[in-house]
Nanobody, 120 residues
Framework: VQLQASGGGYVQTGGSLRLSCSAS???????MGWFRQAPGKEREFVTA????????YVTDSVKGRFTLSKDNNNSTMVPQMNSLKPEDTAVYYC???????????????WGRGTLVTVSS
């Protein structure tokens, strides 16, 4: 499975960014989504959907600001990030093959990170 992430960049507080992740080369188990890692912090769960596409999950800190959309083949997912805050600054990673929703180590496949910087 290959994951190709794009998007990210620099934005001021209150701005918006859109990331994208395209997956190819395999099937997916349970969860596919995004994590982020800020400098000096552990990688944390942001948002994901189930393989069936029936359910989407968003961590509390971004609820109401981030939405996750996907195509019908579950091969491309796009988190739309609105009302960005400086604390959203991090490297964002897309991941698939997750067994446990919020546990990064349970995800088998990872894309290269993309940096999101939100200035105050």
């Amino acid at each position: 499975v290959q994951l190709q992430a794009s998007g990210g960049g620099y934005v001021q507080t209150g701005g918006s960014l859109r990331l994208s992740c395209s997956a190819s080369g395999g099937t997916f188990i349970r969860f596919m989504g995004w994590f982020r890692q800020a400098p000096g912090k552990e990688r944390e769960f942001v948002t994901a959907f189930t393989w069936s596409g029936a359910n989407t999950y968003v961590t509390d800190s971004v609820k109401g600001r981030f939405t996750l959309s996907k195509d019908n083949n579950n091969s491309t997912m796009v988190p739309q990030m609105n009302s960005l805050k400086p604390e959203d600054t991090a490297v964002y990673y897309c991941a698939s093959g997750g067994e446990l929703l919020t546990i990064a180590s349970s995800y088998k496949y990872w894309g290269r990170g993309t940096l999101v910087t939100v200035s105050s």
